[in-house]
């Protein structure tokens, strides 16, 4: 019997991926389904049961009986027990990324005389990959793209993903995508209400725009984009899903599109967390009265207070009413410093 998490299969994709993102999720079980659309997820010994409740409704905590996967040829630990060093095993495994049918692994250099039986491992456990790609640098800072070097597979960096059920063009090569951030995406998309104005700053590829769409058809949507790559392949996702009369992309700095576009939003996304200081004003500026700004931030977990009090003396500044509703941890940056989301009603 396994402990499992019963709720909605619409709610089956956020849910997973927030009990992989807490590490509450049973790896070594697959996941089970019932009757009346009911997923269920196999969950560990520190899922917090109360927490998931709450997050969750309606949901339950049950036992059932699910079957666990096969040791082999499926379980990358243990394919690479014994090639690898135990110790930075762990370390390696939480570390990669999939997007598509391309794997991006984080090799630190101690690690790197093994990247070639590593890759041989990734493509024997997922034989649905084809690529596989390690981080080889730091991202830029205004496209945030990250170099990668392919070590393994097909010689390409484009590939389709999919999120949500909303299908995707990613050029890994050319721009920023965080398949981390799905269930942020997924979340925001649900608040959406019909005929809401929607702003997503720094849109990238379009994906939080893309399942906003799949949610809530009935809105407006602008995605501003200042990598021409980027934008591109957001008019082609646009297109892949036949978005065209809810999501307009433009190209182009936020600080000079904004103001042309003609519009006061009912909700602004800000996806920069590193530079999201630098554009609360201009969305506090052209926010609709009652509006939501989800503010993204880096931050050190000590230093949150901080963070309230001056998105409180910035709103002042610009001459507005706010009330803080809402913070969540959405993903880690580094020890200690992880990246939060505050949803900020502009009164």
Not at 82 to 102: H, M, N
Request: aromatic share 8%.
């Amino acid at each position: 019997m396994v402990k499992v998490l019963r709720l909605k299969k619409e709610q089956a994709q956020a849910a997973k991926e927030f009990l992989q993102q807490k590490g509450w999720f049973a790896t070594g079980t697959m996941i089970g389904r019932s009757v009346q659309r009911y997923v269920l997820l196999p969950l560990n010994e520190k899922a917090d049961e109360k927490a998931l409740l709450k997050k969750f409704k309606p949901a339950s905590i049950e036992n059932r009986n699910l079957q666990a996967f096969p040791a082999l040829p499926g379980n990358l630990k243990i394919l690479l027990r014994g090639i690898v060093p135990e110790k930075a095993l762990d370390e390696l495994i939480k570390s990669y990324d999939t997007v598509g049918d391309i794997a991006v692994l984080d090799i630190p250099p101690k690690l790197e005389r093994f990247e070639g039986q590593i890759a041989h491992a990734m493509k024997r456990a997922y034989p649905n990959l084809k690529v596989i790609a390690k981080k080889a640098g730091k991202r830029e800072a205004i496209e945030r793209v990250l170099p990668l070097k392919i070590i393994s597979g097909e010689n390409r960096l484009v590939t389709m993903y999919k999120e949500h059920e909303v299908p995707m063009k990613v050029d890994l090569e050319k721009v920023y995508f965080s398949p981390r951030a799905s269930g942020e995406r997924f979340r925001i998309a649900q608040l959406v209400k019909r005929n809401e104005k929607v702003l997503v700053m720094f849109g990238g590829i379009a994906p939080y725009a893309l399942v906003i769409a799949k949610l809530q058809p009935n809105c407006k949507i602008w995605s501003v984009e200042l990598n021409p790559d980027a934008h591109e392949l957001a008019e082609t996702n646009v297109r892949i899903n036949r978005f065209g009369h809810i999501v307009t992309p433009i190209l182009g700095d936020v600080l000079e599109v904004v103001p042309k576009i003609g519009e006061r939003f009912d909700r602004t996304i800000m996806p920069l967390p590193n530079q999201s200081w630098t554009y609360l004003p201009l969305a506090l500026e052209y926010s609709a009265p009652s509006a939501t700004i989800h503010f993204m931030v880096t931050v050190k977990d000590r230093e949150l207070d901080k963070v309230k009090t001056k998105i409180e003396e910035t709103a002042k500044k610009a001459g507005k009413k706010i009330e803080i509703k809402n913070w969540r941890l959405f993903g880690s940056f580094a020890p200690r410093i992880n990246r939060y989301t505050f949803d900020i009603l502009v009164k």
